[in-house]
């Protein structure tokens, strides 16, 4: 028996150096690939949006006195300098609908998502005097593409827009106490997440009302985001609402697109885990076939583990091509046949089907499955370590361990 069992340790040892290489060039070829492959997917579809509050503000000019050297004598002029007098939009509207619309690379799928996007903005002149306001309004991505634009202002629409540094800026005549509105509207492209900025500093918002809907149920926020004051569920995703009458806040609103699997990590965590469900197995079958007194050469084992590796290796490979639910689906059809087509000939076909085929679909097949569990799998795979601890000592409770050990070595 000692010899069998250093021979099924050296089995399980180069295994495990197998599948440990295996899930390493998995992850190079997933993550070494990952930031060109994102680059990719950007170009083709859009990268993250932060969509930046307009900013008003009307112009003041001063004289100051200004100081320069030349040479060793330092000169005295007055000039003209020009402030930006910054006030604060009077009312914001903004309806935006978010669809999102998975794309895959390589063993990546990316989250991409559509927008469309309708903002009214209002803005009074709350001085004493008539003046020229600027409305400097900034594309959420200067490389975005920007189709069916518009932009109004009091009904009418700007014809000749001509972008400058990603900005577009207007000049709106306002007498005192007018007001007047701006709207915009584009369709557009972006990844993995979006924004609404209200400012990069501790900013007030008045009359501040957006409403974005969502064709998915997952929707998350990310840190240092605002989450919305109301949800409301609807047919295919979420309806959700931030209204605020007077806020004073440097927190934005952002929403996280949802993550699909990504094929690459999932096999590389089940690869990374693999010694552990072999060992089950292993330990499994060592007592099964001691209690019952059938014999199992260290090489049958051998190409069990050969086996069991298959699983993995295909599904590394295969998940290049076909959807990983579907890969998971063939790899183990195929690990299972190649176990239980031989190991029929080595110890007969109902011991094949039903204790070796029981356990390798349990530590194998359930095993790996439980990685689709997020955030239950470690959970998933202590539960299976336990049952099997009191299945084998329940099952071998009586067994004199003692005498089974002389019996081997005679």
């Not at 010899?3 to 070829?29: D, E, H, P, Y």
């Not at 557009?188 to 008045?206: L, N, T």
């Not at 605020?244 to 990374?272: C, D, E, H, M």
Request: aromatic share 16%; charged share 20%; net charge positive.
């Amino acid at each position: 028996m000692g010899k069998q069992i250093k021979a099924m340790v050296f089995i399980f040892i180069c295994t495990s150096i197998a599948w440990l290489i295996l899930g390493s060039v998995t992850n190079v070829r997933t993550y070494d690939q990952n930031a060109k492959l994102k680059t990719a997917v950007s170009q083709l579809w859009g990268s993250q949006q932060r969509q930046q509050a307009p900013a008003v503000y009307y112009q003041t000019e001063t004289r100051e006195w200004i100081e320069t050297t030349q040479g060793k004598k330092t000169v005295r002029k007055v000039q003209t300098v020009i402030h930006n007098n910054y006030t604060n939009i009077n009312s914001t509207d903004i309806k935006a609908d978010l669809k999102l619309e998975y794309r895959k690379k390589g063993l990546l799928w990316y989250s991409t998502y559509n927008i469309k996007f309708d903002g009214i903005y209002t803005i009074e002149n709350n001085t004493d005097m008539q003046r020229d306001f600027f409305f400097d309004y900034e594309f959420p991505n200067k490389d975005g593409i920007y189709d069916d634009f518009s932009y109004i202002i009091n009904g009418e629409e700007e014809k000749d827009l001509i972008p400058i540094a990603g900005k577009l800026i207007k000049r709106i005549n306002l007498k005192p106490g007018e007001t007047k509105t701006i709207a915009i509207h584009y369709k557009s492209q972006g990844m993995d997440e979006w924004w609404y900025i209200f400012g990069y500093d501790v900013s007030q918002i008045k009359n501040f009302n957006l409403v974005l809907t969502t064709n998915f149920d997952n929707i998350d926020f990310p840190d240092e985001s605002i989450s919305p004051i109301k949800k409301i569920k609807t047919d295919n995703g979420w309806k959700l609402i931030w209204n605020y009458s007077n806020l004073i806040s440097g927190i934005q609103i952002g929403v996280t697109l949802p993550k699909k699997l990504n094929p690459g990590p999932f096999a590389s965590r089940v690869s990374y885990f693999a010694p552990v469900s072999l060992f089950l197995f292993l330990f499994l079958m060592f007592i099964i076939t001691t209690v019952k007194k059938v014999n199992i050469h260290p090489m049958n084992y051998f190409f069990i583990s050969a086996a069991f590796f298959s699983f993995h290796l295909l599904m590394s490979y295969l998940a290049d091509h076909m959807a990983i639910q579907l890969v998971f689906v063939v790899c183990s059809a195929v690990s299972i046949f190649l176990v239980i087509s031989y190991m029929r000939l080595v110890v007969g076909t109902r011991f094949a089907l039903i204790e070796i085929g029981i356990a390798q679909f349990v530590y194998l097949v359930m095993f790996s499955f439980a990685f689709f569990l997020e955030g239950y799998t470690g959970l998933s795979i202590t539960i299976c370590c336990i049952l099997t601890l009191y299945v084998v000592m329940q099952f071998t409770g009586k067994i004199d361990w003692s005498k089974e050990f002389i019996n081997k070595i005679e």
